[in-house]
């Protein structure tokens, strides 16, 4: 089993120039062999609601269905760094809210952190969260909860202007408490200019190799849809074909009568038709 990090040690991870992996993890299983694997930050993504539970955005996902699968996460990884992502509608209605719903990922799925979307506007909860006990990091440029204000999905941060609001945004995450800063779809330097403007890690998602650490979609990562990528996905391996070859082989096999063989099967008393009188 790895040593549990800390909000120290992964901040420490930047002085030291060490890069930080983080990757979404939204059942036991899954996290179980995400932290055999030694990544350093399991994030328990509201892209649960796309990824996991069928809905078409991120906004549909309940503070209730967080909890449920971040608790799942860490029953599987008990030793894991382990973040909850607030979900649309839980800290925007104002501090209190806010520290309501933070304080169920720490005490009701034992979570070491929460994650929540924003700039300007989220700094004075953050403040409050943090001074509440609640460990948080900061997430700016596409922010999938708010996508439709941004355009949809696309890259952010791509003019002086915007790029100028994300810098001071950062700024002002880091100032309010924010222990470290997911970077979404950006400019690869402005990604670069915000990792060394700011001293708590950057983790980038689309936003180039300079960023202190890289999260990704662990699904995305596996290759688990053959629909849409986005661009800056790398699929390490490619599951979905894998699933669905090994699917009909076991469809093939029932259908013909050739699983469960002997191998499979349990055997009993060879005249157990002749004791049961049948
Ligand atoms: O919900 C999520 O999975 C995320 C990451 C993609 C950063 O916020």
Excluded: W
């Excluded at 036991?28 to 078409?56: F, I, P, T």
């Excluded at 990704?216 to 669905?244: E, N, Q, R």
Aim: aromatic share 6%.
């Amino acid at each position: 089993m790895h040593k549990r990090k800390t909000v120290a040690g992964i901040k420490g991870m930047k002085k030291a120039g060490e890069k930080i992996t983080m990757l979404t993890a939204y059942d036991a299983a899954m996290a179980a062999m995400l932290a055999e694997a030694d990544v350093d930050v399991l994030l328990v993504g509201d892209s649960l609601g796309m990824v996991v539970l069928g809905y078409d955005s991120t906004v549909p996902v309940t503070m209730d269905e967080m909890i449920h699968h971040a608790s799942a996460v860490r029953r599987g990884a008990p030793a894991a760094f382990v973040v909850g992502d607030m979900p649309f509608g839980s800290y925007q209605s104002g501090k209190r809210d806010a520290i309501l719903n933070g304080g169920r990922f720490l005490k009701e799925a034992g979570c070491d952190a929460v994650k929540l979307e924003g700039g300007l506007e989220v700094c004075t909860t953050v403040t409050a969260l943090v001074q509440a006990g609640i460990a948080v990091i900061g997430h700016i440029g596409l922010t999938p909860q708010t996508a439709t204000q941004l355009g949809g999905y696309k890259v952010q941060g791509r003019d002086v202007e915007s790029a100028h609001k994300l810098v001071e945004e950062a700024r002002a995450l880091e100032k309010a408490g924010a222990f470290a800063l997911v970077l979404e779809c950006l400019p690869d330097e402005l990604g670069r200019i915000l990792t060394e403007e700011i001293s708590i890690p950057t983790i980038g998602i689309g936003a180039g190799v300079h960023c202190d650490g890289q999260v990704l979609v662990t699904h995305d990562l596996l290759g688990m849809f053959d629909t849409f990528i986005p661009s800056f996905v790398k699929s390490y391996c490619k599951l979905a074909p894998t699933i669905k070859d090994a699917v009909a082989e076991y469809n093939r096999e029932v259908r013909s009568g050739t699983y469960p063989d002997k191998e499979h099967s349990f055997s009993s008393e060879s005249n157990l038709r002749e004791l049961l009188g049948s």
